[in-house]
């Protein structure tokens, strides 16, 4: 069996340090601001020479936390409730032969003069800081775009979302990560089988440390650190 080498070209900056919390999926907090900082041998804004004419980026990275040297023909995708097993190649599982993941963002802005330009500032996307980035591609609305594509058991799951509580906590954060904490929160980060109303759920998002409860479809904003 033949091996083949990736090179890191980037690494994302985001407001995620751990994986609990993270989006399930690109595109679905839209506020979620991002940083693709290119490594120093990539540092060249010729290779970025005709992208501003482009809204969305495919981002193909590697899921560095989740490497083993083993595979397994199923998994249990968490959104299931972790209980039904599916094929890995039917799933989106990051436990895959493989650790490769695909993202689509929309580009907010390219900064091609700052100390470690060109850099690419993007919303909805779904990595963890730090994550490696072996390449990007532009989206092309005309055959990227499949209106008519089916979502398999995965509809059945897409719409789930909890109503988030306001609280005095949100003022805590700067302006402008509220609306991507609140969005992050009504997604829902528990695991479909924990449904605990007494369980109390943390993560770091942007140097704060978020707690939080969910009772019934309502998710209370403990507190903000």
Known sequence: MQDITFKIIARINSDFREKFGIPRQSGLVQNLQAVIRFEPEFRNADALRGLEGFSHLWIMWIFSENIRSTWSPTVRPPRLG?????????????????P???????????DIDGPEGPEIVVSGADLMDGTPIVDIKPYLPYTDAHPEATGGFAEAVRQIKV????????????????GALIEVLEQDPRP?????????????????EVKFKVVGNELEILSIA
């Open 82 to 98: 972790g209980n039904k097993r599916l094929g890995v190649f039917a799933t989106r599982s990051s436990f895959r032969p493989n």
């Open 100 to 110: 490769v993941a695909l993202s689509c963002v929309k580009i907010e802005r390219i």
């Open 163 to 178: 109503h988030v509580k306001q609280s005095d906590s949100l003022n805590k954060l700067p302006p402008e990560k509220r």
């Open 192 to 208: 479909a089988y924990q449904n605990n109303p007494e369980r109390v759920y943390g993560f770091n998002f942007a140097e704060f």
